[in-house]
T-cell receptor
Framework: ETGVTQSPTHLIKTRGQQVTLRCSSQSGHNTVSWYQQALGQGPQFIFQYYREEENGRGNFPPRFSGLQFPNYSSELNVNALELDDSALYLC?????????????FGQGTRLTVV | GDSVTQMEGPVTLSEEAFLTINCTYTATGYPSLFWYVQYPGEGLQLLLKATKADDKGSNKGFEATYRKETTSFHLEKGSVQVSDSAVYFCALSDQGGYQKVTFGTGTKLQVIP
């Protein structure tokens, strides 16, 4: 059983550019969530995908968008990058139902916007 | 909305000292509660969890009890080690339509020999 994997691990982009981050969910998990963790802060929920559809969204602008594929892997896309988008982006996978549902996190992608 | 408040750090302890990191929460319904740990340069690892009132989660010598009456989930360990140095996040997950996790701001723990 493989865990949650994210790519790339580190990335540097210029303000105004677009970026795509990738996540492979843990085997058997059909739900993927994305979080943004600014330096020294707790992770903030961006959105969640369940069976290829957005299933919930946090307080992030529309330039943050995502996709989930039939194999439950996912992408996070950010357009028109701003300096404040510099953060660790975490992907988490889980089963969507059940009282004992827990999220398993990947190692994250460190995005730096210059 | 849901929120988690945890004590600010950093917390510096000597090896073998007793650890308490306070955590309180606000939520509608009956959330599941978690403690996650983040080692330097790494992602989040689930440390322990509790899914209903009075449950005690435990792992690696760490414990936390789900207290509905005080809306708390304090993390404790009887004897910390240098290897416990990390950032600890208290978190909750609602039981509604989707399992969004709401995190506290984290407490950095430094254990010195």
């Amino acid at each position: 059983e493989t865990g949650v994997t994210q790519s790339p691990t580190h990335l540097i982009k210029t303000r105004g550019q677009q970026v795509t981050l990738r996540c492979s969910s843990q085997s058997g998990h059909n739900t993927v969530s994305w979080y943004q963790q600014a330096l020294g802060q707790g992770p903030q929920f961006i959105f969640q995908y369940y069976r290829e559809e957005e299933n919930g969204r946090g307080n992030f602008p529309p330039r943050f968008s995502g996709l989930q594929f039939p194999n439950y892997s996912s992408e996070l896309n950010v357009n028109a990058l701003e300096l404040d988008d510099s953060a660790l982006y975490l992907c988490a996978s889980s089963l969507a139902r059940g009282m004992n549902t827990e999220a398993f996190f990947g190692q994250g992608t460190r995005l730096t916007v210059v | 909305g849901d929120s988690v408040t945890q004590m600010e750090g950093p917390v510096t302890l000597s090896e073998e000292a007793f650890l308490t990191i306070n955590c309180t929460y606000t939520a509608t319904g009956y959330p599941s509660l978690f403690w996650y740990v983040q080692y330097p340069g790494e992602g989040l690892q689930l440390l322990l969890k509790a899914t209903k009132a009075d449950d005690k989660g435990s792992n690696k010598g760490f414990e936390a009890t789900y207290r509905k009456e005080t809306t708390s989930f304090h993390l404790e360990k009887g004897s910390v080690q240098v290897s416990d140095s990390a950032v600890y996040f208290c978190a909750l997950s609602d039981q509604g339509g989707y399992q969004k996790v709401t995190f506290g701001t984290g407490t950095k723990l430094q254990v010195i020999p």
